[in-house]
C-alpha cells in the first residue's frame, strides 16, 4: 500500500529516488517524503499531498548525499499529514525509517519506548520501528543486525529501509509479508517495495524472502536469513522494459493500459506448453478445487469457476481470498487452491495462500508480477505477461487473465490449442472502436448517481467487473448482478432514466437476458446493450465483435473500462490515482 525506494550511489541520489518515487505512486499517494544523509547530517523533506506537490512545497530533490530513502504514503495509522509522512525519524535524528505494512502491537510497543524517554513526533505505527532500531544500534554499531534484533519484536507486516546519519555508505532493509526487492545497478545499488522504481537503472533484481534483511551499498549487497546467517542470492533479470511505464501519448496510464489490450491478450496466450500441461494435470487430479483473487482476480476467477464446472465437469468454488479461511475446513491434502493476482503481494491472498498451504493443498497461481511473493509461494505459476500495469484499475490484466484461465480449462478439457485466441488482437481492436460511443453515452449519464449492470451465466462476472471499474474510477455508485436477481429486490430501485448497463451476447441465455431487459424497460429504465447482436430494447446498443464465446467476456468488458475511464476524466477524477485505494493492497 505504500511505494518505498532507498539507492546508495557514487553521485548525488536525491533526483534518483525523486524519480523512482514518481512511479510507484501508485502504490499509495496520500503523502511522500524523503531522508539523505550529506555532510554528516541527515535531513528529511516530507508532507502531506501528492509528489508533485510536495516537490513544489519541500525541494525534495534539492536534498544533498549520496545516499538516501524515499517513500509514498498510503495511511494506515495516523491521518493524512505533514508529520505523519514517512520518513521517521529516531531520537536526535541519527537514524530515518521508510515502511510498507502495518505493526500491529506498535501500541504497547510505543508505550514502553515512551516510558524510557523516547520522544514520539507522529500517530504512526511506523515510527516505533525508528526508536527500538534506535535502541538496538546503541548495543551493537552494526546497522543490519541491529535491525534484525529490532525487527523481532515487530508483530505485523512490513518491508522497510533504514538510512543511519554515521553510515553515508549504507541503507538496511528487511520484510515480512511485505515485498522488499534489491536493484543491482552500476555504481549504485537499490532496495525498493516495487521494480518499477528503479528499472530505469537496472533490470538486475534480487527478492528478498520472508524475514530476511539486507545491507547494501554502492556495490554490494549482502543478505542475512532469519537465523542470522548469510545468504548468497542470484540477481535474476526482469524483462520489463521502461517504455512499458511512461503514459507515451495517452493521458494517462490507464487509457494506455486499455489500448495496450490489442497486444497484451496476445502476450497472454504465449505460455509454455508443458507448464499449461502441468497446471492442467495438477487440476485434473485434484481433490477439492478452491479459486481465489480478490476484486477483479475474483472476477476473473469466476469465469474460470463458470467453465470448470460447465465444460469440464469438475466441481469447485470459487471464494474472494479474504473470505477464504470461512472455508478451509475443506482444504486438505490433495486439495488445491487456484490463485489470481496481478500484483502477487495482495495481503489477502496470501493469507488465503498461507492458510491453504497450511492444510496441505497444493497451490497453483496465474499472476503478472514473476518474482513476486505469491509466485514464489506457489507450486505453480502462469504469467500474465501483460507488462508492469501502472493504473490503479485493472484492466490489461483481466483481459490477460480471461486468456489464460481459458487456456487452462482448454488444456483441462485435453486440447492442444485454445482455439479462437489468434482472433482476440483483431476482436479487441474493434471493441477498442466504441470508445467515440461511450464517451457520448458518459455525457448523457453524467449526473445519474447509480449505474446498475447485469449479465446472465458467464457475463455475470463481467457485469461484476463493470460495475467494479466504474466505482473505482468515477465514484459513482455501481451495482453488478445476475439478470435474473434484479426482480428480487433490485428492481424496486429502477425508475424513469436510470442507467442499467446490459452485457447480452448471443447464445444459451441471450433470450432470458432479453425478458430481464423488458422488465427493466417496462420500469423506465435506460438499458445500454452490450452486445454482438442488436435489439430494440436497448436505448444505446454498443456492438461488440462475435468471438467464441469463452473469449466473450475480453471484448465486453472493454467498453466497461473505457466507460468508467472517461466518466472519471468527465468528472475530472484522476484515472489513475483513485481516492483511497492503491494498486496492491498489501494490508488486510
Ligand atoms: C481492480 O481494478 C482493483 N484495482 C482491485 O480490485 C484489484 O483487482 C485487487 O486489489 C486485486 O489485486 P491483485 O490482482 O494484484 O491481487
Same mark, same amino acid.
Given at each position: 500500500?505504500?511505494?518505498i525506494i532507498g539507492?546508495?550511489?557514487?553521485g548525488?541520489? *536525491?533526483?534518483?529516488?525523486l524519480d523512482g518515487l /514518481? +512511479?510507484?505512486?501508485?502504490?499509495?499517494?496520500?503523502?511522500a517524503?524523503?531522508?539523505t544523509?550529506n555532510?554528516?547530517?541527515? @535531513?528529511? +523533506?516530507k508532507?502531506?499531498?501528492?509528489?508533485?506537490?510536495?516537490? +513544489?512545497?519541500k525541494?525534495?530533490?534539492?536534498?544533498?548525499?549520496?545516499?538516501?530513502i524515499?517513500h509514498?504514503?498510503?495511511?494506515?495509522?495516523?491521518?493524512?499529514?505533514?508529520?505523519?509522512?514517512?520518513?521517521?525519524?529516531?531520537?536526535?535524528?541519527?537514524?530515518?525509517?521508510?515502511?510498507?505494512?502495518?505493526?500491529?502491537?506498535?501500541?504497547?510497543?510505543?508505550?514502553?519506548?515512551? @516510558?524510557?524517554?523516547?520522544?514520539?513526533k507522529?500517530e504512526?505505527?511506523?515510527?516505533?520501528?525508528?526508536?527500538?532500531?534506535?535502541?538496538?544500534?546503541?548495543k551493537r554499531?552494526?546497522p543490519? +543486525?541491529?535491525?534484525i534484533?529490532?525487527?523481532r519484536?515487530?508483530?505485523?507486516?512490513y518491508?522497510?529501509?533504514?538510512?543511519?546519519?554515521?553510515?553515508?555508505?549504507?541503507?538496511?532493509?528487511?520484510?515480512?509479508?511485505?515485498?522488499?526487492?534489491?536493484?543491482?545497478?552500476?555504481?549504485q545499488?537499490?532496495?525498493?517495495?516495487?521494480?518499477?522504481?528503479?528499472?530505469?537503472?537496472?533490470?538486475?533484481?534480487?527478492?528478498?524472502?520472508?524475514?530476511?534483511?539486507?545491507?547494501?551499498?554502492?556495490?554490494?549487497?549482502?543478505?542475512?536469513g532469519a537465523?542470522?546467517?548469510?545468504? *548468497?542470492?542470484?540477481?535474476?533479470?526482469?524483462?520489463?522494459?521502461?517504455?512499458n511505464?511512461?503514459?507515451?501519448?495517452?493521458?494517462?496510464?490507464?487509457?494506455?493500459?486499455?489500448?495496450?489490450?490489442?497486444?497484451t491478450?496476445?502476450?497472454?496466450?504465449?505460455q509454455?506448453?508443458?507448464?499449461?500441461?502441468?497446471?492442467?494435470?495438477?487440476?485434473?487430479?485434484?481433490?477439492?478445487?478452491f479459486?481465489?483473487?480478490?476484486?477483479?482476480?475474483y472476477?476473473?476467477?469466476?469465469l474460470? /469457476?463458470?467453465?470448470?464446472?460447465?465444460?469440464?465437469?469438475?466441481?469447485?468454488?470459487?471464494?474472494?481470498?479474504?473470505?477464504?479461511?470461512?472455508? *478451509?475446513a475443506?482444504?486438505?491434502k490433495?486439495?488445491v487452491?487456484?490463485?489470481?493476482?496481478?500484483?502477487?503481494?495482495?495481503?489477502?491472498?496470501?493469507?488465503?495462500?498461507?492458510?491453504?498451504?497450511?492444510?496441505?493443498a497444493?497451490?497453483?497461481?496465474?499472476?503478472n508480477v514473476?518474482?513476486?511473493?505469491?509466485?514464489r509461494?506457489?507450486?505453480?505459476?502462469?504469467?500474465?505477461?501483460?507488462?508492469?500495469?501502472?493504473?490503479v484499475?485493472?484492466?490489461?490484466?483481466?483481459t490477460?487473465?480471461?486468456?489464460?484461465?481459458?487456456?487452462v480449462?482448454?488444456a483441462?478439457?485435453?486440447?492442444k490449442?485454445?482455439?479462437?485466441?489468434?482472433e482476440?488482437p /483483431?476482436?479487441?481492436?474493434?471493441?477498442?472502436k466504441t470508445?467515440?460511443?461511450?464517451?457520448?453515452?458518459v455525457?448523457?449519464?453524467m449526473?445519474r448517481?447509480?449505474?446498475?449492470f447485469v449479465?446472465?451465466?458467464?457475463?455475470?462476472?463481467?457485469?461484476?467487473e463493470?460495475?467494479?471499474?466504474?466505482?473505482?474510477?468515477?465514484?459513482?455508485?455501481?451495482?453488478?448482478?445476475p439478470?435474473?436477481e434484479?426482480?428480487?429486490?433490485?428492481?424496486?430501485?429502477?425508475?424513469?432514466?436510470?442507467?442499467?448497463?446490459?452485457i447480452?451476447p448471443?447464445?444459451e441465455?441471450?433470450?432470458?437476458?432479453?425478458?430481464?431487459?423488458?422488465?427493466?424497460r417496462?420500469?423506465?429504465?435506460?438499458?445500454?446493450?452490450? *452486445?454482438?447482436?442488436?435489439?430494440?430494447?436497448?436505448?444505446?446498443?454498443v456492438?461488440?465483435?462475435?468471438?467464441?464465446?469463452?473469449?466473450?467476456p475480453?471484448?465486453?468488458?472493454?467498453?466497461?473500462?473505457?466507460?468508467?475511464?472517461?466518466?472519471?476524466?468527465a468528472k475530472?477524477?484522476?484515472?489513475?490515482?483513485?481516492?483511497n485505494?492503491?494498486?496492491?493492497?498489501?494490508?488486510?
Amino acid at each position: 500500500m505504500c511505494g518505498i525506494i532507498g539507492c546508495v550511489s557514487e553521485g548525488p541520489v *536525491s533526483g534518483i529516488l525523486l524519480d523512482g518515487l /514518481k +512511479r510507484v505512486e501508485y502504490r499509495g499517494y496520500d503523502s511522500a517524503g524523503m531522508a539523505t544523509v550529506n555532510d554528516g547530517k541527515l @535531513s528529511v +523533506r516530507k508532507g502531506a499531498g501528492r509528489i508533485t506537490d510536495i516537490e +513544489r512545497r519541500k525541494h525534495l530533490s534539492a536534498l544533498g548525499g549520496n545516499v538516501g530513502i524515499a517513500h509514498t504514503r498510503w495511511a494506515t495509522h495516523g491521518g493524512v499529514t505533514d508529520r505523519n509522512a514517512h520518513p521517521h525519524t529516531s531520537c536526535g535524528d541519527t537514524l530515518a525509517v521508510i515502511h510498507n505494512g502495518i505493526i500491529e502491537n506498535y501500541i504497547p510497543l510505543k508505550t514502553r519506548l515512551q @516510558s524510557k524517554g523516547h520522544v514520539f513526533k507522529s500517530e504512526t505505527d511506523t515510527e516505533v520501528i525508528a526508536h527500538i532500531i534506535e535502541e538496538e544500534y546503541g548495543k551493537r554499531s552494526d546497522p543490519l +543486525r541491529a535491525t534484525i534484533a529490532a525487527t523481532r519484536k515487530l508483530e505485523g507486516q512490513y518491508a522497510i529501509a533504514v538510512l543511519f546519519r554515521d553510515r553515508p555508505d549504507v541503507i538496511v532493509g528487511a520484510r515480512k509479508d511485505a515485498p522488499l526487492i534489491a536493484g543491482i545497478g552500476d555504481g549504485q545499488m537499490f532496495i525498493a517495495s516495487d521494480i518499477l522504481a528503479f528499472i530505469e537503472h537496472t533490470d538486475k533484481t534480487v527478492f528478498l524472502d520472508n524475514q530476511e534483511a539486507a545491507l547494501i551499498t554502492k556495490d554490494s549487497l549482502k543478505i542475512l536469513g532469519a537465523d542470522g546467517r548469510e545468504l *548468497s542470492r542470484e540477481p535474476t533479470q526482469v524483462a520489463w522494459e521502461l517504455s512499458n511505464i511512461s503514459r507515451t501519448k495517452y493521458a494517462h496510464h490507464t487509457l494506455k493500459e486499455i489500448n495496450e489490450q490489442r497486444q497484451t491478450v496476445a502476450a497472454a496466450a504465449v505460455q509454455d506448453p508443458a507448464k499449461l500441461a502441468a497446471f492442467a494435470g495438477a487440476i485434473r487430479k485434484a481433490g477439492t478445487i478452491f479459486i481465489t483473487g480478490s476484486g477483479t482476480s475474483y472476477h476473473a476467477g469466476l469465469l474460470m /469457476k463458470s467453465r470448470l464446472n460447465h465444460e469440464a465437469g469438475i466441481r469447485c468454488d470459487t471464494v474472494v481470498s479474504g473470505e477464504l479461511k470461512e472455508h *478451509s475446513a475443506f482444504l486438505g491434502k490433495g486439495s488445491v487452491l487456484i490463485v489470481l493476482s496481478q500484483s502477487g503481494e495482495t495481503a489477502d491472498v496470501l493469507e488465503a495462500v498461507k492458510e491453504a498451504k497450511g492444510r496441505g493443498a497444493k497451490v497453483l497461481s496465474i499472476v503478472n508480477v514473476a518474482g513476486s511473493t505469491l509466485s514464489r509461494e506457489s507450486d505453480q505459476t502462469l504469467l500474465l505477461n501483460c507488462g508492469p500495469e501502472v493504473g490503479v484499475a485493472a484492466t490489461k490484466s483481466f483481459t490477460a487473465q480471461a486468456v489464460v484461465v481459458n487456456m487452462v480449462v482448454d488444456a483441462v478439457l485435453g486440447r492442444k490449442r485454445s482455439e479462437g485466441v489468434e482472433e482476440l488482437p /483483431k476482436a479487441v481492436e474493434e471493441a477498442l472502436k466504441t470508445e467515440r460511443q461511450i464517451k457520448a453515452i458518459v455525457q448523457k449519464y453524467m449526473d445519474r448517481p447509480d449505474f446498475y449492470f447485469v449479465g446472465r451465466g458467464y457475463q455475470s462476472p463481467v457485469a461484476l467487473e463493470g460495475a467494479l471499474k466504474l466505482k473505482e474510477l468515477s465514484y459513482i455508485h455501481a451495482e453488478g448482478m445476475p439478470a435474473s436477481e434484479l426482480k428480487h429486490g433490485t428492481l424496486a430501485l429502477i425508475e424513469t432514466g436510470t442507467p442499467v448497463v446490459v452485457i447480452n451476447p448471443s447464445g444459451e441465455n441471450h433470450a432470458d437476458t432479453l425478458s430481464s431487459s423488458e422488465e427493466l424497460r417496462a420500469r423506465g429504465a435506460d438499458l445500454i446493450g452490450i *452486445s454482438d447482436v442488436e435489439d430494440r430494447v436497448y436505448k444505446h446498443f454498443v456492438r461488440v465483435p462475435r468471438v467464441q464465446p469463452k473469449f466473450m467476456p475480453i471484448v465486453e468488458v472493454i467498453p466497461l473500462q473505457l466507460l468508467a475511464y472517461h466518466f472519471a476524466v468527465a468528472k475530472k477524477r484522476d484515472p489513475d490515482y483513485p481516492r483511497n485505494l492503491a494498486k496492491s493492497v498489501t494490508v488486510k
